[in-house]
């Protein structure tokens, strides 16, 4: 097994998907980003709201999105989003966990992300979606529509983590074990040299509200 990989099914706690033979590792540095932020963002706000979206390239086309690409997309999604709640008490204080993929070494690489947001600001991650597949567009300078992709993981328009629920922490597994996904280390044996396992937004310790 690879370093700083797991197969168990459960980690700090947490159910994880490491498939139906325990036959998909995970990355631990990957799974700590999506438990730490998910912990962080339930400590800080009384509903946090969590969906996962698949960004590509067109595969017969020479405009490929490389990890810079996406980093400057989900820069410009935040921007935009937050502009939207600039009079609001309620801001949407967005987190990312973002992964790399790429299956063979002829084929464009792709990413996988989860958001993390205050679920008192947004109530339906498809507004998420919508916004980083208009920046995927512009960035690729393209119509196409696809490259974008709202995970069935989502449901109809995300996770919902309600801490004054009953079901608070089955929520929160079920955040874990949706984001464990991004975890896995299948698909990225042919990833960019030198390219991180995992990025994840910067968390700071904040009061409780």
Known sequence: MLVNTITSNEYRGYAINTGTNNNLPCNTKTLDQIIDTTEYMTSNHSKTLAI?????SEQDSDKTLNRRDVT?????TKRNINTKFKDSKNQPDI??????????PEANPHYHVMYLVNGNAIQNGYSIYEEVNKQVKNKLKTDTNGLVHFSESNGTQGIM?????ENFEQQK??????????AKTRSKEHN????RVSSSSRITKSNSK
Do not use: C, F, M, W
Not at 72 to 76: G, H, K, M, S
Not at 161 to 165: E, F
């Open 52 to 56: 996962r979206i698949d960004i590509h």
């Open 72 to 76: 400057r997309i989900l820069e410009n």
């Open 95 to 104: 987190k990312t966990i973002v992964t790399t993929e790429q299956t063979s």
């Open 161 to 165: 983590i309600d801490r004054n629920s």
């Open 173 to 182: 597994n079920n955040v874990v074990y949706a984001g464990s996904y991004l």
């Open 192 to 195: 960019p040299k030198g390219s």
